[in-house]
């Protein structure tokens, strides 16, 4: 049986390099190659994909968010986070959004192929640098026996307090005056940083803290 296959990549060549690849293995089959989150979305209810092949930053909406829909809407549709990006935060946001692969785009080939056919199977399969990093964070999170808000910037701090209020990424952007983007990666920060899923439970853990109110 031939494992569908979606990719989502801003970048022509490297949408049109994976399909080469795939075209080499009988049992991959590519049934869409995209530049953006919201043609992916309009794409995989039409294709109804094994496996999306995703870059993290994409056209209007960056691909750990576009993850998180597809997981939540097409739980059956596995994804692969194939980037150039491999900080700890990034990794650790795609895996709590669902991703089921982590893999950097300076791996070979056959590294590709098994991250596709683990997660076909359901399984995961992490890139080996980024793996390593992972471990040394959580090392060193052992190590550290400080309470966890002492860990976050004044900047973080800040964040953490609009998040208590329910602010938007755009909504403090505009407050701090900072680009929205910069904002999102402040949240991730956090997530990783109190060890939290989402920005739910970040209010949540705030409001515990009676962090004080910013307007």
């Given at each position: 049986?031939s494992?569908?296959?979606?990719?989502?990549?801003?970048?022509?060549?490297?949408?049109?390099?994976?399909?080469?690849?795939?075209?080499?293995?009988?049992?991959?089959?590519?049934?869409?190659?995209?530049?953006?989150?919201?043609?992916a979305?309009?794409?995989?209810e039409?294709?109804?994909?094994?496996?999306?092949?995703?870059?993290?930053?994409?056209?209007?909406?960056?691909?750990?968010?576009?993850?998180?829909?597809?997981?939540?809407?097409?739980?059956?549709?596995?994804?692969?986070?194939?980037?150039?990006?491999?900080?700890?935060?990034?990794?650790?946001?795609?895996?709590?959004?669902?991703?089921?692969g982590?893999?950097?785009?300076?791996?070979?080939?056959?590294?590709?192929?098994?991250?596709?056919?683990?997660?076909?199977?359901?399984?995961?399969?992490?890139?080996?640098?980024?793996?390593?990093?992972?471990?040394?964070?959580?090392?060193?999170?052992?190590?550290n026996?400080?309470?966890?808000?002492?860990?976050?910037?004044?900047?973080?701090?800040?964040?953490?307090?609009?998040?208590?209020?329910?602010?938007?990424?755009?909504?403090?952007?505009?407050?701090?005056?900072?680009?929205?983007?910069?904002v999102?990666?402040?949240?991730?920060?956090?997530?990783?940083?109190?060890?939290?899923?989402?920005?739910t439970?970040?209010a949540?853990?705030?409001?515990?803290?009676?962090?004080?109110?910013?307007?």
């Amino acid at each position: 049986m031939s494992i569908k296959l979606m990719i989502v990549d801003d970048h022509e060549i490297v949408r049109l390099g994976l399909a080469h690849l795939f075209k080499q293995y009988d049992n991959l089959d590519v049934t869409a190659c995209v530049d953006s989150a919201s043609e992916a979305m309009i794409k995989i209810e039409e294709m109804r994909p094994d496996v999306v092949i995703m870059d993290i930053r994409l056209k209007e909406e960056d691909g750990i968010e576009a993850c998180r829909k597809i997981s939540a809407t097409h739980p059956d549709t596995k994804v692969i986070i194939l980037t150039s990006y491999g900080e700890e935060d990034l990794v650790l946001e795609a895996i709590l959004a669902g991703a089921k692969g982590y893999v950097l785009k300076d791996v070979g080939n056959e590294e590709i192929v098994r991250a596709v056919r683990a997660a076909y199977k359901g399984e995961s399969l992490l890139d080996t640098v980024v793996t390593s990093r992972l471990l040394n964070r959580v090392r060193k999170s052992a190590k550290n026996n400080q309470d966890a808000l002492e860990q976050l910037t004044d900047k973080e701090m800040k964040v953490l307090a609009f998040l208590a209020q329910g602010k938007t990424n755009r909504e403090i952007a505009k407050k701090i005056f900072l680009s929205e983007k910069t904002v999102r990666n402040y949240v991730s920060s956090i997530l990783s940083k109190l060890n939290l899923a989402n920005r739910t439970e970040a209010a949540a853990y705030a409001a515990r803290r009676n962090l004080p109110q910013k307007n």
